[in-house]
C-alpha cells in the first residue's frame, strides 16, 4: 500500500527554502525536547542531498543538549570515509562539527566496506534500535527517497545494498522502506522547482518510493518551498511546529 502527500501527511508551502529550514528546525527541536522527555533520548535519522543542509546549518547554532541525540543515516554513497561526496561528511561539516555532540552519538553508515558488508554491518548497528523518534526524508526529481529508487526491485531487510543506483556514483546503502516506517514522525524536506513534477506526481497517486515509506501510525509532514509545489498544494502559513 502507498500513501500520497494528500491522504498521509499534512502539506505545508513556505515563501522560501530558508523559512522551510527554519520552520523544519523548529519541528526537529520540539520532537527532540518531547522524546527525551519521554524516553530520554531522540533517535532521528537524517537525510542525505542538499536540501536539508540548510537545516542543519541552523542547527548548529540551536544550543540543544546534544548529549541525548542519537544520530543515524538514511542512505550513504560508497565512497571513501571522509570523502566530501558523502552524506556524513557534508553534514559533519554543516552541523556536526560545530557542536558537542559525542563521537558515539553519530551511527554512520560504514558506506566504504562496499554495499554488502555495509549494509550488514548497519543492519547490526540499528538492531537495538526498535523505532526511530523522526525520520527526515527528501525528495529527487524521479521521486526518489533515501537511495530508494523507482522501479528498483527491493529486496529483504532493514539495511539494503544499492549497486545500480541511476545517477552516480552506482554504489551506496540505503534504509529499506520497512525499516524507515518504524518511527514516530516524518518529515520530507522538497525545495527547487526541479521538485515539483515528482511532487505533483505522488501527490497524484504515482508508485513512487516516498510513497512507500510513511509508516501507518507514524505523523507526517511534508515541507515545500513555493517553487517546489505544485499550483493545487494550499499554503499554510503557520510557522510554529
Known sequence: M????EDAARCRVFDTA????EHATALILAAAREAIAARGAFHLVLAGGETPLATYARLAGAGADWRYWQLYFSDERC??????????????RQWLERVAIPAGNIHAIPAELGPERAAARYAGTLAGVSAFDLVLLGLGEDGHTASLFPGRPVGPGTVLPV??????PSERV??????????RATIFLITGAGKRAAVAA?????????????????????????AAAPPDCVR?????P
Do not use: C, Y
Not at 502507498?2 to 502527500?5: K, L
Not at 499554510?236 to 510554529?240: G, K, T, W
Open 174 to 183: 540505503t534504509l529499506s522502506a520497512s525499516r524507515l516506517r518504524r518511527t
Open 163 to 168: 549497486r545500480d543506483a541511476p545517477k552516480p
Open 18 to 21: 530558508g523559512q522551510l529550514a
Open 236 to 240: 499554510d502559513s503557520a510557522r510554529q
Open 2 to 5: 502507498r500513501d500520497t502527500p
Open 79 to 92: 565512497l571513501p570515509a571522509g570523502d566530501p561526496g558523502r552524506n556524513d561528511a557534508r553534514i559533519r
Open 202 to 226: 505522488w501527490r497524484g497517486g504515482a508508485d513512487v518510493p516516498a510513497g512507500h515509506v510513511a509508516g501507518p501510525d507514524a505523523v507526517v509532514t511534508v515541507l515545500l518551498d513555493a
